[in-house]
């Protein structure tokens, strides 16, 4: 790495409390001033890593000067001058009788010679002497960044203390009927550009047609980004007015606010999400399934927040409800799907699969939310909550062994009837959604328990088969040949079996009365002869790849 780079990389420390209050206050102006501000006192605080270094801090003083004099000009009432230098003197003493500071104070002295004396100013120091070397940095320069510094401090203690002048102006732009680009412009280059006046301004904001100016003047094109405090060990998040604003216009401008969110750079603030998301909520949902792109990308940032989560649920059900049966499948499985758990080194973890969300959300998305999907969507919302189980148990496999039916449910579902109220993973919690989703749709219809029963058996894994029992003894009259052909079949009173014997021996005990004498009588021969030995020991040496023992 190289040396500057590595510098820059470094937390920077203020040489002085002047610095620190100067570069807090100019934070207030606008990050570009205040950016400028810092890499000017990086470069004067360490030995100098370059030697074009007066005309480098030159050029960033210059940068902070006019910056400084867009914003604070706007609070004079003074007609400023034409002219480079006559509107930068005629400027500043605008801004000091705004600021009240007497034009005999010396920090007014200093601003206007740097305004005035060419010899003096900061456009000679910043600009090139023809073909001639850098200047140097001599005691004449710290003299000039020591004075610049001084009206830099004190302008901005009198723009702080008039600062309720700039929040004036912002809520009384934010009332302007029939906005122009030029009313957006002048929020962007005339009054401070920080959290305050632009909170202020969008607060007071309710009117779609400040929409296109402000595209036009790009405040759209930078959502905050998540700081780090490296020295504090924290990571700070920032609203963003701006997305706030399309959350409360959205049902009045819907294509307009969507077009905005698409062409919005994407950022980690989840804040800005979660505004975003209440969009997407006041959307028509044919248009807010054109968010879909987006909402994978806010939930590959990392497991959501809890708000973000119930705001995609309901999205969800929102868009079921709409007739948009695709987008609200694909969001369902987004918010539900497992992935693999990278461990420290980046490799996947097979066996400690996660969901999106966090349990908490992934319980409530899924009792209170996707029933309305089912109802909506029918026997799809069902197979995706399959396919979702499965992908599961896939993830948490036994190394070695991916196809294999055992999935260890009995261990973690020890009972599809009752809920356990406990839940480490979603997998408990995606059986209870499977189990009421089957019932919804058997109750609704009574002739789809034939094909629900059938898919899940296709499915292999032991916790299908427990389901599929599970809805064959709730509905037994709508598949009784599917009962009869289960309750008679000898293997499933192997003890080998076992894991699934809860929802089998249920099922026997309320359906055994409904077969005929010559059957039930059958099923009781099996029971009274006991298991059979040989197929006992193939099953068990098949499972677990040895014999099994005398004991």
């Not at 037994?476 to 309750?487: C, F, G, H, I, K």
């Not at 005929?516 to 006991?530: N, R």
Request: glycine share 6%; charged share 25%; with cysteine.
């Amino acid at each position: 790495m190289a040396e500057g780079e590595e510098s820059r990389k470094k937390p920077f420390q203020f040489s002085t409390p002047r610095q620190e209050r100067i570069y807090s206050r100019l934070l207030k102006v606008g990050p570009g001033p205040a950016t400028f501000y810092k890499d000017a006192c990086r470069l004067m605080s360490e030995e100098s890593l370059y030697e074009s270094t007066t005309h480098l801090v030159a050029h960033l003083l210059r940068e902070i000067d006019g910056g400084l004099r867009q914003v604070l000009v706007s609070a004079s009432s003074k007609p400023v001058a034409k002219g480079q230098t006559k509107g930068h003197e005629s400027s500043v003493k605008a801004i000091l009788g705004a600021l009240e500071i007497p034009e005999n104070h010396p920090v007014a002295e200093t601003w206007i010679r740097f305004a005035t004396e060419e010899d003096y100013g900061l456009a000679r120091r910043a600009h090139r002497n023809e073909v001639a070397a850098p200047r140097t940095v001599d005691q004449q320069f710290f003299n000039l960044w020591n004075q610049m510094e001084g009206v830099l401090d004190e302008a901005l203690k009198r723009f702080e203390e008039h600062f309720v002048v700039w929040i004036a102006k912002a809520e009384q732009l934010a009332q302007t009927l029939k906005p122009t680009n030029g009313d957006a412009n002048y929020l962007k280059t005339k009054l401070p550009n920080n959290q305050i006046t632009l909170g202020h301004f969008f607060a007071k904001l309710d009117d779609p047609e400040w929409l296109p100016p402000l595209v036009h003047e790009g405040f759209f094109e930078d959502p905050p980004q998540p700081v780090e405090d490296i020295e504090k060990g924290r990571i700070g998040f920032s609203v963003w007015h701006q997305s706030r604003f399309l959350a409360r216009i959205a049902s009045r401008v819907p294509d307009k606010v969507l077009e905005v969110i698409l062409a919005t750079p994407e950022t980690t603030t989840f804040l800005v999400h979660l505004d975003f998301a209440d969009a997407a909520l006041k959307l028509p949902p044919v248009v807010a399934a054109k968010l879909l792109p987006k909402m994978k990308q806010w939930l590959d940032v990392g497991r959501g927040s809890g708000q973000l989560d119930l705001k995609l649920g309901e999205l969800m059900k929102i868009l079921a409800e709409g007739g948009q049966s695709a987008a609200a499948l694909e969001l369902a499985h987004l918010l539900l799907d497992f992935v693999a758990t990278p461990d420290s080194t980046g490799e996947l973890l097979k066996r400690f699969p996660i969901a999106q969300l966090y349990i908490w959300s992934y319980e409530r998305v899924l009792k209170n939310k996707f029933p309305s999907v089912v109802v909506e969507i029918g026997e799809p919302a069902f197979e995706l909550l399959c396919d979702v189980l499965e992908n599961a148990i896939l993830l948490s496999r036994t190394l070695g062994r991916p196809r294999h039916p055992e999935d260890l449910s009995n261990m973690w579902c020890s009972s599809v009837e009752i809920d356990s109220g406990v839940y480490l993973d979603g997998k408990p919690l995606l059986v209870i959604a499977i189990r009421d989703t089957t019932e919804l749709l058997a109750t609704a219809d009574p002739k789809s328990v034939p094909r629900l029963v059938k898919s899940l058996r296709k499915r292999r894994r032991l916790i299908f088969r427990r389901l599929a029992h599970h809805l064959l003894r709730l509905h037994p009259q709508s598949d009784m040949a599917d009962v009869e052909r289960t309750l008679l079949s000898r293997g499933m009173l192997d003890p080998t079996r076992r894991g699934e014997w809860d929802e089998y021996s249920m099922l026997m005990r309320d359906c055994f009365k409904l077969l005929s004498w010559e059957k039930q009588h059958k099923i009781v021969k099996w029971i009274d002869e006991g298991p059979n030995v040989a197929r006992f020991n193939k099953r068990f040496e098949r499972a677990y790849g040895q014999a099994p023992t005398d004991e």
